[in-house]
Each structure stands twice: as C-alpha cells, then as structure tokens.
C-alpha cells in the first residue's frame, strides 16, 4: 500500500526557512509526479509546488514563487519542499501528494495518494 510521510515542520519566525521532506513507500516513485499543497485554517487547500518524474520540470503557485524550491531524489524517493523568507501567511499544514504522471501537474484531482500533513507556523 502506498504512503507518503511528510516531515520537517515546525515554528519559525517570518524571514526563516524550513525544508520539508516526503518520503514514499509503495509505489513506483519514478512514475509519480509529486507535489505539495496546503491548508490553513478556515481556507480551502491550496496547491503550492509540483515537480515531475524526472525532476527537472517545475511549477509555483504565484504567492511562493522564488521563496520555495521544490526538488526530489528518486534514489531515496523522497520529494522536498525547502521554504525560505517565510511569511506569517505561509503558516499552514503541508501535504505532498503524488500522481500517476510523467510531467507536472498543478490541479489536485490527479493526485491519487496524500501524506497526512506537517503543521508550518510563522510567527510575525
């Protein structure tokens, strides 16, 4: 059975960095593209960040773009998130997701499996 763990969040103050990891088990990784969404309190999910097979393609949602870099390693199986000039309006949970796709893919329905989460909190 497939499973994605995310880790790597915590409490940070605005201008810090986080690195998140996501590592995947139960699958055949090199056949996902992966990505990274999130949800903060009393708003919708959100995607953020996807990246494809190869890793050598990628994407931003406009509200992190050149703040957060989104990498995988398919020898470890593991999808990063690293997050630097953190904002309080970053503060959410986090989760990877991974769909059965070569190349990126920024919608959430394709995404077939969910990690469970890692709380992100910025304060000002």
């Known amino acids: 059975q497939a499973q994605l763990v995310e880790s790597g969040g915590g409490l940070v103050q605005a201008g810090g960095s986080l690195r998140l990891s996501c590592a995947a088990s139960?699958?055949?990784?090199?056949?996902?593209?992966m990505g990274w969404f999130r949800q903060a309190p009393g708003k919708e999910r959100e995607f953020v960040a996807t990246?494809?097979?190869?890793?050598?393609?990628?994407y931003y949602a406009n509200s992190v773009k050149g703040r957060f870099t989104i990498s995988r390693d398919n020898a470890k199986n593991t999808v990063y998130l690293q997050m630097n000039s953190l904002k309080p309006e970053d503060t959410a949970v986090y989760y990877c997701a991974a769909a059965p796709a070569m190349s990126i893919v920024v919608n959430a329905n394709p995404y077939k499996y969910w990690g469970q989460g890692t709380q992100v909190t910025v304060s000002s």
């Open positions: 990246i494809n097979v190869r890793g050598g393609s990628t």
């Open positions: 139960g699958l055949t990784f090199t056949n996902y593209a």
